[in-house]
């Protein structure tokens, strides 16, 4: 079982950057490819950014490609999204992601585990 708890939301202005933290449980975090998701009012959850379970490997929608990274510190059970540029557009709750094995993926239905969710917003 892995628990997810997010951190770092909050209110910015376009251009500005924010960065989130994903807090997480169990002993093997390595073994858990994870991934960012959001979801804005009246629209579906949408894929973000994932990474292996290792950090070995990155892959980002192209929505936010050149403007958020993705990282972890296996030894913290943390993962990082950092966001810059950050657009109106950008407004939305965001999920972190866990899945049960180390291969990242684009597919939420492929994620186990999830966090509450922390809002972003961003004023033009």
């Known amino acids: 079982q892995v628990q997810l708890v997010e951190s770092g939301g909050g209110l910015v202005q376009a251009g500005d950057s924010l960065r989130l933290s994903c807090a997480g449980s169990?002993?093997?975090?390595?073994?858990?490819?994870m991934g960012w998701f959001r979801q804005a009012p009246g629209k579906e959850r949408e894929f973000v950014i994932a990474?292996?379970?290792?950090?070995?490997?990155?892959y980002s929608a192209d929505s936010v490609k050149g403007r958020f990274t993705i990282s972890r510190d296996n030894a913290k059970n943390t993962m990082y999204l950092q966001m810059n540029n950050l657009k109106p557009e950008d407004t939305a709750v965001y999920y972190c992601?866990?899945?049960?094995?180390?291969?990242?993926?684009?597919?939420?239905?492929?994620?186990?585990?999830w966090g509450q969710g922390t809002q972003v917003t961003v004023s033009s």
């Open positions: 990474i292996s379970g290792l950090g070995t490997t990155t």
């Open positions: 992601a866990a899945r049960g094995n180390p291969v990242r993926s684009t597919k939420k239905s492929e994620y186990n585990y």
């Open positions: 169990g002993r093997t975090f390595s073994s858990n490819a």
